[in-house]
């Protein structure tokens, strides 16, 4: 399978190939390379192969969070990092630039990685923004100047919401789920984070007690100056890092769910003047699974926020970008799907289209172009950009998964539009 927006790239474009991976048999990861001109894919490769003493390798089969991501540093050598959740994880990189037929062992990151996102920063220096330890655990940044062979910490963490001290509401117990995105000259991290409340928490509006994958509420907004490492909020007031829950509320805090599930943080684009613009998932008001995308914009000191379509799960997927002509795509998983499965390849969330809509207005109306949807009557999930050379993401080339039903196993599509 692949990973949602709290996990990426898991494609990159170098020269005229692109490589992308996943968690394949047996939970492994696997690479493939796609000719760009003929559209032919190689053979796949288990690059977990000489590496299963190193690995636990029933955790590969069942933990979903060890799926792989892939980057390209300067010089066009392939990076890899898979196996992490809680971990340091499998540092790999190719052995010759563009090409994915021979790994070496790459150093080792961080003691503990969760939801790796990796990132081309200014100076071509290269981050990797990650979660450490378990779901109370603090989001941070590695960033190296060597095309991946040493790493430094940021001296602090980003974001902790259940800091010291913890005096904002269920601060002792919150946790987040972060997305991020880069500046055009690279030297600010855009970051937005959902808030995850760890211990069962009685819900006002649905009257009961939500599950885990669903006790995930409100949309909150930080930037980092990555030369300073200074923290900054949407007018440019500085935060004091690393942020804490009452933090959060008080100077971030984009949108107030009261409650509405948000479960797996927004897809962003950053327009031509690095402001950004976010899409996710809320719970609609009738019942927590019935959901609507929103596309949400800073717009004369507010947030302004506009339903495009609806969607059943909160968990559901969507990918956001601004074409040059400042049209606005929104990719999204929509169609119909299921109330909530406990188990099997339904458990986080489905749909059973895959629709392209846009926006010529600034995001103020939307309408729907195409469904992009291979198969009739699949699930699909997680949509994934394909990075360009960790610069920018490909126009008009997506990934995502499909499968039959809920014992069924996956297929990783490509929608290779660049003709249309």
Not at 47 to 69: F, I, S, T
Not at 147 to 154: C, K, M, P, Y
Not at 308 to 317: G, K, M, Q, R, Y
């Amino acid at each position: 399978m692949l990973y949602d927006n709290r996990m990426y790239p898991q494609a990159v474009v170098v020269d005229d190939s692109m490589f992308a991976v996943w968690r394949g048999e047996e939970g492994h990861p696997y690479v493939i390379g796609y000719d760009l001109q003929t559209r032919k894919f190689s053979n796949a490769k288990n690059l977990l192969k000489g590496y299963e003493d190193l690995a636990d390798l029933d955790r590969y089969g069942r933990d979903h969070h060890y799926a792989p991501v892939i980057w390209s540093d300067s010089k066009g050598y392939l990076h890899v990092l898979h196996g992490c959740h809680r971990t340091k994880g499998i540092h790999l990189i190719s052995k010759n630039p563009g090409s994915a037929e021979e790994w070496v062992r790459g150093p080792d990151i961080s003691g503990s990685i969760s939801y790796p996102q990796v990132h081309r920063i200014y100076d071509d220096q290269t981050l990797i923004y990650t979660r450490l330890s378990g779901h109370l655990g603090y989001w941070w940044y590695h960033i190296s100047g060597d095309g991946g062979l040493t790493w430094a910490e940021l001296p602090k963490p980003a974001i902790n919401l259940s800091g010291a001290p913890n005096d904002g509401k269920w601060a002792s117990f919150s946790g987040s789920y972060n997305t991020t995105a880069i500046s055009a000259d690279g030297k600010r991290l855009h970051i937005a984070f959902i808030w995850k409340v760890e211990d069962p928490v009685f819900n006002t509006r649905y009257k009961r007690i939500l599950h885990d994958h669903t006790q995930r509420y409100n949309l909150y907004y930080l930037y980092i100056d990555l030369p300073s490492g200074r923290g900054y909020n949407i007018d440019g007031v500085e935060i004091d890092l690393p942020v804490r829950k009452k933090t959060a509320d008080e100077k971030l805090l984009v949108w107030d769910t009261e409650e509405r599930p948000t479960v797996a943080g927004p897809s962003i684009s950053l327009d031509d003047k690095d402001e950004p613009h976010f899409l996710i998932p809320i719970s609609d008001e009738d019942h927590e699974l019935h959901s609507h995308f929103y596309f949400i914009s800073y717009e004369d000191e507010a947030w302004r926020r506009v339903p495009v379509t609806t969607t059943l799960h909160p968990f559901n997927s969507s990918f956001l970008e601004q074409t040059e002509d400042g049209i606005y795509h929104a990719t999204m998983i929509t169609g119909s799907g299921e109330e909530m499965v406990e188990k099997g390849m339904d458990e986080y969330g489905y749909g059973q289209a895959i629709e392209h809509w846009i926006s010529k207005d600034d995001g103020a109306s939307w309408s729907m172009q195409k469904d992009l949807s291979p198969i009739s009557g699949m699930h699909y999930q997680n949509i994934q950009f394909v990075s360009n050379a960790l610069q920018e993401s490909m126009k008009n080339m997506l990934l995502f998964y499909g499968w039959e039903g809920r014992d069924s196993s996956g297929k990783i599509f490509l929608w290779d539009g660049r003709s249309d």
